[in-house]
């Protein structure tokens, strides 16, 4: 059985649907594009990130048009959307300021329809919104991993790090963090296809390669 993923982003690379990672071309536009090109990069890196090495069903929800920015009404709706595609995972690599309670309500309408949320949070600072609701999987970035290896912050900010991407060669960060936290998420279900979404937070702590938050230290 294909694993479902959900990507709620600025839509998907124009190469996505010569890759052969599932079925890129699904999903629905919420900007004014009426399309799901990505203009701005960010959602394309995210998409490369969590379906490389994987065979599973990309859907994708695009929120962002011309830059990382939409209106609550809009990523509402495309939280509701994805509710009703019968996904498992849904990746949201991004971080609002502030939350109500109608982006509670959507994203535990999507909780409840079976879907792991994880989203994206920073390694430092206040927390962002979806990833302080309740149950959401927190994915930040993390310089100690590489592809492929992951951490166990379990910090007041995030509970996974990962490979953040490189600085200067496109998005990295907390956003491509928490899409390589997503790749682990997937490549766990396309090996235990009965897995419960409930179980694959811990799955994922079994195979951090570090565990607690990552140690920088200044000047001796």
Request: hydrophobic share 45%; proline share 6%; glycine share 10%.
């Amino acid at each position: 059985m294909t694993v479902r993923v959900g990507i709620i982003d600025s839509g998907i690379p124009s190469t996505a649907a010569a890759t052969g990672s599932g079925a890129a071309h699904e999903g629905r536009d919420f900007t004014a594009h009426e399309d799901l090109g990505d203009r701005i990069g960010h959602g394309s890196a995210v998409f490369e990130a969590i379906s490389s090495g994987s065979v599973a069903q990309m859907i994708t929800a695009k929120i962002f048009a011309d830059q990382l920015r939409c209106s609550p009404e809009t990523l509402i709706a495309a939280i509701e959307w994805m509710a009703e595609q019968q996904v498992a995972i849904v990746n949201m690599s991004f971080g609002m300021a502030a939350a109500d309670d109608r982006l509670a309500a959507a994203v535990a309408t999507l909780q409840d329809s079976g879907a792991l949320c994880i989203a994206a949070a920073p390694a430092q600072g206040s927390p962002v919104y979806p990833s302080a609701l309740p149950n959401v999987i927190r994915g930040t970035g993390d310089a100690r991993c590489g592809p492929g290896t992951l951490s166990w912050l379990n910090s007041e900010q995030a509970d996974f790090g990962a490979h953040p991407g490189q600085p200067g060669a496109g998005p990295a960060g907390a956003s491509i963090g928490c899409a390589h936290v997503t790749q682990a998420a997937v490549q766990l279900l396309e090996e235990h296809p009965t897995m419960a979404a409930a179980d694959i937070p811990k799955a994922l702590q079994n195979r951090a390669r570090w565990h607690g938050p990552e140690r920088r230290l200044g000047p001796a």
